[in-house]
C-alpha cells in the first residue's frame, strides 16, 4: 500500500506544471523521445506517432531491444500496450492433409522472414506435458490425429489454436514477428507521465521493489 501512494505522489509532483497534451512535433505526425544512462551505452527511445502507433527501442553495445503496439493518453498518463504478449504470441498455422501415407509431420517453425525458430516446442491436442520439437525432427507420428497445437518459446508462448484433425500430410507454422525473438521485449505495457517537453516511465525495481522514473527528454 506504502507503495501505491509512492507512485500517485510521484505521479502527482511531476505532472503538477505538466502540460497534458503530448508534443507531438515533427510535423505534427511524430515525436521521438529519448533517455541517455551517463557513462554507459544505455540509451533509450520512444518514438510516439500522431496515428497510435508507438515503437520502443532500448539500445547499448551489444545488442537492441524492440517493442511496438498502440499508444493511448488519459490525462496526465501515457500507456504504451505492447503488440507481441507472453502469453498470446501470433501463430499462423496451415495443414496439408494426404491420402498416400498414414503418417504426419508438423514442419520447422519459421518467422514471417522464413527463418527457422529452432527453440520452438510444439504441445498439441490440449496436452501441456507431451511435446516435440521440429527443429530436432522429433514431430513425426503415425496413426496420430493432431487437432489443437500450442507453440511454446523461452520468451513466451501461443494460445491453443484449433485445427481440423488431422492425422497424415504436414502441418506448417509461421510466427510472424518482424525482428528476431530474441531482440523483444516482452513487457505487457510501459506507463509513462507526460510533462510539457518530457515523459518519465514508471516502474518497480525487479529487485526492491522501489518506485522508479527515468526522464525522456523530447529530441529534436
Known amino acids: 500500500m506504502k507503495q501505491f501512494w509512492s507512485i500517485i505522489f510521484l505521479a502527482a509532483c511531476i505532472s503538477s506544471c505538466a502540460q497534458k497534451a503530448l508534443n507531438i512535433s515533427k510535423n505534427g505526425?511524430?515525436?521521438?523521445?529519448?533517455?541517455?544512462?551517463?557513462?554507459?551505452?544505455?540509451?533509450?527511445?520512444?518514438?510516439?506517432?500522431?496515428?497510435?502507433?508507438?515503437?520502443?527501442?532500448?539500445?547499448?553495445?551489444?545488442?537492441?531491444?524492440?517493442?511496438?503496439?498502440?499508444?493511448?493518453?488519459?490525462?496526465?498518463?501515457?500507456?504504451?500496450?505492447?503488440?507481441?504478449?507472453?502469453?498470446d504470441f501470433p501463430a499462423t498455422v496451415s495443414t496439408k492433409p494426404t491420402l498416400k501415407s498414414d503418417s504426419l509431420k508438423i514442419n520447422w517453425v519459421r518467422?514471417?522472414?522464413n527463418d527457422i525458430l529452432e527453440d520452438a516446442v510444439i504441445h498439441f491436442n490440449n496436452d501441456t506435458i507431451k511435446s516435440c520439437m521440429p527443429a530436432f525432427d522429433e514431430c513425426k507420428f503415425s496413426g496420430?490425429?493432431?487437432?489443437?497445437?500450442?507453440?511454446?518459446?523461452?520468451?513466451?508462448?501461443?494460445?491453443?489454436?484449433?485445427?481440423e484433425p488431422i492425422s497424415s500430410g504436414e502441418i506448417n507454422i509461421t510466427v510472424p514477428l518482424a525482428?528476431?525473438?530474441?531482440?523483444?521485449?516482452?513487457?505487457?505495457?510501459?506507463?509513462?507521465?507526460?510533462?510539457?517537453?518530457?515523459?518519465?516511465?514508471?516502474?518497480?525495481?525487479?529487485?526492491?521493489?522501489?518506485?522508479?522514473?527515468?526522464?525522456?527528454?523530447?529530441?529534436?
Open 29 to 87: 505526425k511524430e515525436s521521438l523521445y529519448r533517455f541517455e544512462l551517463p557513462g554507459t551505452m544505455l540509451v533509450k527511445t520512444v518514438l510516439l506517432r500522431e496515428d497510435g502507433s508507438f515503437e520502443y527501442k532500448s539500445l547499448d553495445d551489444k545488442t537492441t531491444l524492440y517493442a511496438s503496439g498502440r499508444w493511448i493518453q488519459k490525462a496526465d498518463t501515457l500507456v504504451l500496450s505492447n503488440e507481441i504478449n507472453k502469453k
Open 144 to 163: 496420430q490425429t493432431v487437432f489443437s497445437l500450442k507453440v511454446v518459446f523461452p520468451q513466451g508462448e501461443s494460445k491453443w489454436v484449433k485445427l
Open 111 to 113: 518467422s514471417s522472414t
Open 179 to 220: 525482428i528476431e525473438m530474441n531482440k523483444y521485449i516482452f513487457d505487457e505495457n510501459f506507463k509513462f507521465v507526460v510533462t510539457k517537453n518530457s515523459i518519465y516511465e514508471i516502474s518497480k525495481d525487479s529487485l526492491t521493489g522501489k518506485v522508479k522514473k527515468i526522464e525522456f527528454k523530447l529530441y529534436e
